[in-house]
C-alpha cells in the first residue's frame, strides 16, 4: 500500500494490530433489517439491528418510498435553507410536533448532526458575531457541559466542537456524581446532556432526578433518545414519556433511523429555537437535507406505530423473554428494556463468542473498544419486532451450546 507522509507506522500497524484483533466488515446481500439475511453469502438470523418495529421492510412504508422517489427524484441536493427544503420534509418536522407535543421540530440528516447541530447552537453559537451586536459579554456569559461518561460517541463530537468553556464528565447514570459537579459550577449556561436508553449498557437515564438537579441549578437538558423514541413510553415518544417528564426536556432529540426504521434525526423545542437553530446550527446549514422519499416513509411509519402498539410491546416482550433466559443458564445480562447486552469483559472471548454464534447461524456482533471501554466487550442482541418465537428460541439454543 502507498505510505502517507508522516504514517508510516500505518502498514505494520495493520498486520499486527488492526487485522488479527477486530473483525471484518459483514457484507450483507439484499436486506439488512430482515430477521433473516444473507452475510458473507451465508443464510443468517439478524439480532444486531435496532430496526426495532420492524418497518425498514414494511410493504407501506416501501411503497410510499418508491411513490416518491418517482415523483421527486433520488436527492434534493441543496441545503434546507437553500433548495433542498420540500413540502414532505415540513409535512414530517409537522407530523413530528404532533406527535411529540412540542411546537416545532428541526429534522437533520442524523441524530449524530442533529447533537453537533444544537449543542454548537447552545454552547458556542456560529451566528455569535451577529448576536453580539444585541447580546452583551455578561448576558451571553460563560458555559459548561455535565456530560454522562457512557454517552454515545456523537455527544462527545458535539461537545468537542461546541468548545465549552469547561466539560463534566459524571459517572454513568450517577445523579449524585452529577450533582457534586453542578455545585462545582459558576458558569451562566450549564447544559446537561444524556443519553435517553443507553444502548450499550441498557440503563434509563435517570430522568426524573435530573430534572430535579437542573431546576434546582438553573440548567439545561438535552436528551438523545436515539434508542428510545418509538419503543418506551405508553405511546412510545421515549424516555422522558416513560418517566412522566417530557414538559422538562429542553431539547428532546430522536432518531428516525432506529424504530421508524428508515434515517434521520429531529430536535423538538418552541417555535423561536427552532428558527434560530436552522440558521445557527452548522450541521444543518452546511449539509444537503435527506431525500424526500426518507421523510415520506417515516411519516408512513409513524403512523403505523401509532396504529400498532402492539409492535413495541412485542419488542419489549422478546427482550424481556432473552433476558430471563440467558441469566437463567448463568449469563451476565446487563439493563433493561429492548436491547440485551451479555456481559463478556475481554475483547477477544466477545469476538470469539461472536464467531461461535455465526457458526450457528446467528449474526450478533461483538461490540468492543472503542464503542465501550477496555475489558467491558459484549454482544449485544436487539430483538424487533419482525422476530418470532422460534427465531429467539434458535438464539438461545446457540448462546447454550457456547457455554
Known sequence: MSIFPGMEWLPHALETVI?????????????????EITADGKRVLLFCSP??????????VCRVSKDVLDQYGAGTNGSGIVSGYTDLHQQLEERLAEYLHVESVAFFNSVAQTSMGVIGSIINPSLLPVLRSVVSADDFGTSAVFCDEQNHASLFD???????????CYHHCDAEDLEKHLKQSNHRRKLIVTDGYFSMSARLAPLPEIVDLAQEYAAMILVDDAHGIGVLGVNGRGTAEYFGVESAIHFPIGSTSKALGVRGGFVGGSVGFIKYLKVCARSYIFSGTLPAHMPAAIMTALAISIREPERRATVLAHAEYLRARLQAMGYTVLGEKHIVPLWI??????????EILDQRGIFASSIRYPA?????????FM?????????????????????
Open 51 to 60: 430496526n426495532y418495529l420492524g418497518f425498514s421492510n414494511h410493504p407501506d
Open 158 to 168: 458535539g461537545i468537542r466542537l461546541a468548545r465549552p468553556d469547561k466539560t463534566y
Open 345 to 354: 469483559g475481554d475483547e477477544q472471548l466477545a469476538d470469539r463468542f461472536s
Open 383 to 403: 430483538p424487533m419486532a419482525t422476530h418470532t418465537q422460534e427465531h429467539l428460541d434458535r438464539l438461545l439454543d446457540a448462546c447454550r451450546s457456547a457455554l
Open 19 to 35: 487485522e488479527p484483533n477486530y473483525p471484518h466488515i459483514r457484507v450483507i446481500a439484499g436486506s439488512s433489517t430482515d430477521p
Open 372 to 380: 465501550v471501554p477496555r475489558g467491558q466487550a459484549l454482544i449485544r
